[in-house]
């Protein structure tokens, strides 16, 4: 059964440009979840996708934005990159559809911006 | 706005002995988990607790939850090297939704 994965595992990136993140979630799970969790820190919600719409969305800028396909996958692009978006970014899994609420999280992204 | 707060935030024990970390959350929560995190590593699930008095255990680890005081607990029981991880606790709020993080504690167990 696989898990949660993620693509790419690392990225360097430089201030200004945009990067796309991808995420496929576990087998028969509808719901996807990204977290940016910045060094030393817990993780932070940025949004959720169900059924190919952001159902919610954290305290994070627009320059962050999403998008669920309907094979459930989901990207995560964030745009005009700032020192600060450097971090750990971490997809997580449910399957709401069936009122099963666990989020299981996949490796991450390991996002560096110079 | 909620808080979910965490303490300690760095907690160094000997093999073989006991401790609790204590996670308190500012408003009703529908569930709440407990998870695992290695250096450089994703995050993995240790408990979820449903209910107020639920109380799981899992080898030296055991976690309970008291929705009334909003004050949820992991307990460590002879602990060991392998413990040796950042434990976070999340509050889901709303069904499912966001996952609200406390700050982590930091747990280096030595011989």
């Known amino acids: 059964d696989a898990g949660v994965t993620q693509s790419p595992t690392h990225l360097i990136k430089t201030r200004g440009q945009q990067v796309t993140l991808r995420c496929s979630p576990k087998?028969?799970?509808?719901?996807v979840s990204w977290y940016q969790q910045a060094l030393g820190q817990g993780p932070q919600f940025i949004f959720q996708y169900y059924e190919e719409e952001e159902r919610q969305r954290g305290n994070f800028p627009d320059r962050f934005s999403g998008h669920q396909f309907p094979n459930y996958s989901s990207e995560l692009n964030v745009n005009a990159l700032l020192l600060g978006d450097s971090a750990l970014y971490l997809c997580a899994s449910s399957n709401q559809g069936r009122g099963s609420y666990e989020q299981y999280f996949g490796p991450g992204t390991r996002l560096t911006v110079t | 706005e909620l808080k979910v707060e965490q303490n300690p935030l760095f907690l160094s024990m000997q093999e073989g002995k006991n401790y609790t970390i204590y996670c308190n959350y500012s408003t009703t929560s529908d569930r709440l988990y407990w998870y695992r995190q290695d250096p450089g590593k994703s995050l993995e699930s240790l408990f979820v607790?449903?209910?107020?008095?639920a109380v799981k255990q899992e080898g030296r680890l055991m976690a309970s939850l008291d929705t009334k005081a909003r004050l949820s607990t992991l307990h460590i029981t002879a602990a060991v090297h392998d413990l040796s991880a950042t434990y976070f606790c999340?509050?889901?709020?709303?069904?499912?939704?966001?996952?609200?993080f406390g700050k982590g504690t930091s747990l280096l167990v030595t011989p």
């Open positions: 999340a509050v889901d709020i709303d069904s499912g939704y966001a996952l609200n």
């Open positions: 607790l449903l209910s107020n008095g």
């Open positions: 087998s028969g799970h509808d719901t």
